[in-house]
């Protein structure tokens, strides 16, 4: 059974970083590609980077580009998702997923793309 544990939400002002974890527990996070999404009140969620399971191909979300990076510890198992430069609209419940993929380059922006999720970790920026 494959879990995902998110951690390092919380309250930040406009302009301030914070770095979100997830673990996963179950297998090693080699054989997956993984992906942060986000989920605003009232809106539908969208996917804020994603990597293939060798993670040498990220794909970011035009709107994090050059202030979110994505990242992975295979020691940890752990998947990062560093956020500097936040913004109020980057307020929502983030979560992290993740899938088997036989791919080492394949990139996936769908949730439903996804089997496994974690419990999401709220981030709030104010203005």
């Known amino acids: 059974q494959v879990q995902l544990v998110e951690s390092g939400g919380g309250l930040v002002q406009a302009g301030g970083s914070l770095r979100l974890s997830c673990v996963v527990s179950?297998?090693?996070?080699?054989?997956?590609?993984m992906g942060w999404f986000r989920q605003a009140p009232g809106k539908e969620r969208e996917f804020v980077a994603v990597?293939?399971?060798?993670?040498?191909?990220?794909v970011y979300e035009d709107s994090v580009k050059g202030r979110f990076t994505m990242s992975r510890d295979n020691v940890k198992n752990t998947v990062y998702l560093q956020m500097n430069s936040l913004k109020p609209e980057d307020t929502a419940v983030y979560y992290c997923?993740?899938?088997?993929?036989?791919?080492?380059?394949?990139?996936?922006?769908?949730?439903?793309?996804?089997?496994?999720w974690g419990q999401g970790t709220q981030v709030t920026v104010s203005s």
């Open positions: 997923a993740a899938r088997l993929s036989i791919s080492r380059w394949s990139v996936f922006r769908a949730g439903y793309e996804y089997d496994y």
């Open positions: 179950g297998r090693t996070i080699s054989t997956y590609a």
């Open positions: 990597f293939s399971s060798s993670a040498d191909n990220i």
